[in-house]
């Protein structure tokens, strides 16, 4: 199947820093890429759409100043926390459809830990 | 209405059992259909489609149920490696894609 990399695996930062999650695919052009979040024993909640040259969509209740997403390339979609806060602590995961656009491959995951 | 709806479990179920998960999702234009699977604080990986005339991948079954707008995973003889939560994800079209909540797998020795 497809790949997906994801980079960094695990974030421990201060309260008030950015961080900044890089979402690659490695063999196949991504025009869409999608970000979540999932806190422990719940299930993935998408935050935005990423599409390629133009503006991410946002799902309802996500601040789009503050989780900055930019998808400059066809095969590069970054997420960045600005001024991390403790409640922003989670699983962050993206994902790219295939190049048939069916199916959804997964990046392994960033987990953000907030102090 | 959730778009899809799936019990959490938790399943527990003796090594060599079959279990079987059923999801059940609202919108009847619904296009495409999987079972992913997550391991704990990792990400979720493709386990199979699902085709309306059913399909088997070894200890794996996935059927699709359009009239009644369910899915179902069979596994048998389970191992405690398919130990895991499961996800179904339904395609609505384009870029809609919807999860379930997941469903808890234990195999117990």
């Known amino acids: 199947g497809a790949v997906v990399s994801q980079h960094p695996s695990w974030v421990i930062c201060k309260s008030g820093t950015s961080v900044k999650i890089e979402c690659r695919s490695l063999?196949?052009?991504?025009?869409?890429m999608f970000w979540y979040r999932q806190f422990p024993k719940q299930s993935l909640m998408l935050m935005a759409t990423?599409?390629?040259?133009?503006?991410?969509?946002?799902e309802q209740g996500v601040e789009k100043d503050k989780f900055l997403i930019n998808h400059a390339s066809l095969t590069l979609s970054t997420l960045t926390v600005t001024s991390a806060h403790p409640e922003d602590s989670s699983f962050y995961i993206c994902?790219?459809?295939?190049?048939?656009?069916?199916?959804?491959?997964f990046g392994s995951g960033t987990q953000l830990s907030v102090l | 209405r959730k778009e899809v709806e799936q019990d959490p479990g938790p399943f527990n179920v003796p090594e060599g059992a079959t279990v079987a998960f059923n999801c059940t999702y609202s919108?009847?234009?619904?296009?495409?259909f999987f079972w992913y699977r997550q391991d704990c604080r990792k990400e979720p990986k493709l386990l199979m489609s699902?085709?309306?005339s059913g399909n088997e991948d070894g200890r794996f079954t996935a059927q699709l149920n359009r009239a009644s707008q369910y899915i179902s995973l069979l596994i048998r003889d389970s191992k405690l490696s398919d130990s895991a939560t499961y996800l179904c994800?339904?395609?609505?079209?384009?870029?809609?894609?919807?999860f379930g909540t997941g469903t808890s797998l234990t195999v117990i020795p």
């Open positions: 919108n009847s234009a619904s296009q495409s």
């Open positions: 994902s790219a459809r295939d190049i048939r656009g069916e199916k959804l491959f």
């Open positions: 699902v085709y309306s």
């Open positions: 994800v339904v395609n609505r079209s384009g870029n809609q894609f919807y």
């Open positions: 063999d196949f052009q991504a025009t869409t």
């Open positions: 990423s599409n390629e040259g133009s503006k991410a969509t946002y």
